[in-house]
């Protein structure tokens, strides 16, 4: 997958968007996804399942597996049974 652009999420109804450069010769693994503005060069092998969210030099073998974790919970709405957490 390969998104050039993503929501401004100070103001959500914008659309934000760079290009995408994929050089010649690269290798693109299945379930690869590629986010707005990289640049990948020449020869590169972006591997199965790599989220790619900078540049990846020439001739390179890109890797990128991203643990699950959570990164900021939303508060709890009052009216809501919260089970807890």
């Known amino acids: 997958m390969i998104y050039d652009h993503d929501h401004d999420l ?7 968007s760079s290009p995408i450069s994929i050089g010649e010769n690269v290798w693109i693994g299945g379930g690869a996804i590629i986010l707005k503005g990289v640049t990948i ?3 590169s092998v972006i591997a199965a399942g790599s989220i790619v969210t900078r540049n990846v030099p020439a001739n390179t073998i890109y890797m990128n597996h991203i643990e699950p974790r959570i990164v ?3 508060e709890a709405n009052e009216d ?4 807890g957490e």
Do not use: L, P, V
């Open 72 to 74: 900021k919970r939303k």
């Open 41 to 43: 060069g020449n020869n």
């Open 10 to 16: 100070q103001n959500r109804g914008r659309i934000c």
């Open 80 to 83: 809501c049974n919260n089970h």
